[in-house]
């Protein structure tokens, strides 16, 4: 068993700028540059074109993150690799229909088409007019939607006659949360940037079959009802619900995620945010990095309406499982003989140096059968977990009209203020650049009989898990103290091959069980 080294639990900016570096070097130079999608690094190291998803679902996710991650932390691009995969997700809507559509083979005609790969087409186009004010994708955008409402119906579905007099082979989704559903997420995005009617339209009809037929009062999942046993259909479609909530003031609305996100996604989830690639699965402790991030997003919305605590899940999701399965250490990874110059085995190691993937909690292998008994990542889940690490990163510490608020203590710095984590530093430091009141929360273990102030004369209230100050001195550091408390958990066996214990100071892993699996994050529990 051998333990990687460089894990990161206390640098989201790090994790973005490493993962981007990973989506701008996965194109195929014998595919005119369309991105790979699914890859395996050990033991047999390769690149792979997927007739399912290549063209029509990674560059979606990439550019997504890509134009996410320079807008909310700063990172400079690669414009030729902003422009591959616009030109592969362009290529991908070039059939006899508006839609995203597949190669059955490469060099071949689009022929597929699958309603999985909606979101991520309407994530390209989002990103594009969002990011980069680009009219012809915000032109195909609208044709698309038309296309969709002509096309299928809630309560019929799919005219799959007409796609097959089009010349296209429908290839059938898990149900209306594995396939439609999925749109809705980008739709709301795609509705902040343009105002489209005919988008907010579309979201409100997903919406209104998904909180009808499976997201009930309740809060529960079961196969029978969600259809789809993929996990990250269900966790997508989750944060989508919570994203259109958020966007139409819909207290309602968000108490039906709250239900979802409190009971039946437990059953998707562990204590520290992993989530299984599919639920229920059997003899694998592998996960799903977009699983994950979808938990955080919703979550970080779920923060920042008032339930404060949401944040200390996102904070530990961060910290204990989303930053440390990030591959940092390639040294592992041997690329193999490649006598014929094929791309799909060229530079294997360095191209995937930043990915995420299919982790176990404690480590890039999983025991038991995992994946086929391989280390894999399938490309797209690099974009989605990005994005998701720009979101945190961005409510990591804001402003708003009320006020500078702190709500996850990692190192950053905005026009407001400048955030020093007790993880990196010796306390919790907070410089307020522009005068407004001050909101830090404070995680929930902390013992606030130990909790000292320095650098303001000010006697802060606790008000929902923060201390509030109402004038913070500009310009001077406010200093927090208090101790990074040892905590055990066990993550639970119903959704592990066995129960994993778990050693924690404040928010981070200090040791984990791993059974002698190899690639592990965290020094073994004793």
Known sequence: ???????????????????????????????????????????????????????????????????????????????????????????????????????????????????????????????????????????????????????????????????????????????????????????????????????????????????????????????????????????????SLAQLADLLGDAALLLRVKAFYDNGLWQLRDAIGWSPESVGQRDSDHGEGNNTGDIVETALILGRWGWSDYYQDAERILRCHLLPSQLRDVSF?????????????????????????????????????GRGGAVSFNLDIVGGVVGSLCEAYRESAVSRPTGHWVNLLFDRETDGLRVHSPYTHDALTIEVLKAAPLWVRLPAWTDFSTVTVEGTDELPCRINGYLFFARPPVGKAIRIHFPLAEQHLTLSGAVHIQPIRVRLRGDAVVAMDNFGADLTYFDAYA
């Open 1 to 239: 068993m051998s333990k990687v080294a460089q894990v990161n639990v206390t640098d989201m900016a790090a994790a973005i700028r490493l993962g981007c570096r990973t989506m701008q070097r996965m194109f195929n130079r014998d595919d005119h540059d369309i991105p790979f999608f699914n890859t395996w690094v050990r033991p047999n190291p390769v690149m792979m074109f997927s007739a399912a998803h290549s063209e029509s679902h990674t560059p979606g996710r990439h550019l997504n993150a890509l134009l996410n991650a320079e807008d909310a932390a700063g990172i400079e691009l690669d414009e030729t690799a902003i422009e591959k995969h616009r030109r592969a997700a362009f290529f991908s809507y070039g059939g006899p229909v508006p839609l995203p559509l597949n190669r059955q083979v490469i060099d071949g005609p689009l022929v597929n088409f699958c309603p999985h790969n909606i979101r991520e087409g309407f994530h390209a186009l989002y990103a594009l007019v969002n990011y980069r004010g680009d009219e012809p994708a915000r032109d195909l955008a609208e044709r698309s939607i038309a296309a969709i409402f002509e096309l299928w119906t809630p309560a019929g579905g799919w005219d799959q006659a007409r796609i097959r007099e089009l010349g296209l082979d429908y290839q059938e989704c898990q149900g209306f949360i594995h396939g439609e559903a999925r749109m809705l997420g980008p739709l709301v995005k795609y509705y902040r940037a343009t105002g489209s009617p005919r988008a907010l339209e579309l979201a409100l009809l997903l919406k209104e079959k998904a909180v009808a037929e499976f997201f009930l009062p309740d809060g529960e999942y079961t196969a029978e009802r969600f259809i789809t046993r993929h996990a990250h259909s269900v966790t997508c479609v989750m944060s």
């Open 333 to 369: 990874i041997q690329d193999p003989p490649n006598p014929k110059g094929e791309d799909g085995l060229r530079e294997v190691a360095d191209r995937h140096l930043g990915a995420f993937g299919f982790p176990a909690p404690y480590g890039h292998e999983s025991v038991g059968p």
